[in-house]
C-alpha cells in the first residue's frame, strides 16, 4: 500500500508543480479575423474592409463619369472651343509674307480647320444632350483626336510668320483639348468595359438555359421509327407539237419513198386492163 501511494504522490506532484508556475502564459485565443497563429496582427484586421473597396472599385471602375460630370466636362470642352473661335477671328494672313504654295496649303488647312471645328462640336452637344451614350461619347473622341493635329499647325504657322507669344496661345487651346480628351478617354473604357461584362453574362445566361431546356426535353419524343423502302415512280411527260407541224408531217411521210431514192407508186391505169 505505501508504495502504491507513493508512486501516485510522485505521479500527481510535478502536475500540481507545473500548474502554479508562475513563469508560463497562458495562450491567447485566436481572433476571428486575425492570422491562424497565436500572434495578434492587427493590421491584418482590416483586411475585410479593403476586400469591400476593392470590390466596389471593380463595380465603379476608376475614370467612370456621372452624367453630372459628363455635362461638365462638355461644358469645358464648349468653353476651350469658344477660345479658339476667338483666337482664330484674330488671324490676318493676307498680311503675312510666305510664298503663295505656302499660302495655298495654309489656306486649305484653315478650311480643313473649320470643318473640324463644327464636326466637334456637332457631336459635343449630341454627347451633351445624351451624357450616357458610349457612341456619342467616343465620336466626340474621335473628333477632338482630329482637331490637334489641325491646331498645332496652325499654332506653328502664326509662330512663324506672325509672332511666337501668339502662336503659343493656339498651342494652350490645342493643350487644353488635349487634357480634357484624356480625360473622357477612361469614362469610354469603363463604359466599354460595362458593356463586355453584360454581353459576358447574356452568354453565360443563354448557354445555362439551352443546357436546362436540352435536359428538360431530354427522353420526351419518341424513337424515330423507320421510313419504308419505296422505290421512286418516274412518269415521262408527253410533248405537245403544233397542229402545223403535224400536217407538214403527214404531207412528208406521203412522199417518203420518193425521198429516200424510190421511185413514186404510180395508181394503176385502168384504160390499159380494157
Not at 471593380?58 to 463619369?65: F, K, T
Not at 467616343?138 to 511666337?164: C, K, M, W
Request: proline share 8%; glycine share 6%; with cysteine.
Amino acid at each position: 500500500m505505501k508504495s502504491i501511494f507513493f508512486s501516485l504522490l510522485v505521479a500527481v506532484c510535478p502536475l500540481t508543480l507545473t500548474g502554479q508556475s508562475p513563469t508560463q502564459k497562458t495562450p491567447l485565443p485566436a481572433h476571428p479575423n486575425g492570422p491562424a497563429g497565436g500572434e495578434i496582427q492587427t493590421e491584418k484586421i482590416v483586411a475585410p474592409g479593403q476586400s469591400t473597396s476593392s470590390s466596389t472599385s471593380r463595380a465603379n471602375p476608376s475614370g467612370h463619369l456621372e452624367p453630372e460630370q459628363v455635362k461638365a466636362l462638355t461644358h469645358k470642352i464648349w468653353l476651350t472651343e469658344f477660345r479658339l473661335n476667338d483666337l482664330l477671328t484674330q488671324v490676318h494672313a493676307e498680311k503675312w509674307k510666305m510664298p503663295p504654295a505656302a499660302r495655298q496649303s495654309f489656306d486649305q488647312s484653315m478650311e480643313s480647320l473649320h470643318k473640324a471645328i463644327v464636326a466637334e462640336e456637332d457631336w459635343r452637344s449630341q454627347l451633351d444632350a445624351r451624357p450616357d451614350s458610349l457612341y456619342l461619347g467616343f465620336q466626340t473622341y474621335v473628333a477632338i483626336g482630329a482637331l490637334l493635329p489641325r491646331v498645332d499647325g496652325l499654332a506653328h504657322s502664326v509662330a512663324q510668320y506672325e509672332n511666337a507669344s501668339f502662336g503659343a496661345q493656339y498651342s494652350q487651346a490645342a493643350n487644353q483639348f488635349f487634357d480634357l480628351q484624356q480625360v473622357l478617354e477612361p469614362h469610354l473604357a469603363a463604359l466599354l468595359q460595362s458593356q463586355d461584362s453584360l454581353f459576358l453574362a447574356a452568354q453565360a445566361n443563354l448557354a445555362s438555359c439551352q443546357n436546362e431546356l436540352n435536359f428538360a426535353e431530354h427522353d420526351k419524343q419518341g424513337r424515330a421509327v423507320p421510313m419504308k423502302n419505296i422505290p421512286p415512280a418516274f412518269k415521262s411527260r408527253k410533248r405537245s407539237t403544233p397542229a402545223t407541224a403535224a400536217g407538214g408531217g403527214a404531207k412528208q411521210g406521203s412522199g417518203k419513198g420518193a425521198a429516200a431514192g424510190q421511185p413514186a407508186m404510180n395508181p394503176p391505169d385502168k384504160t390499159q386492163k380494157k
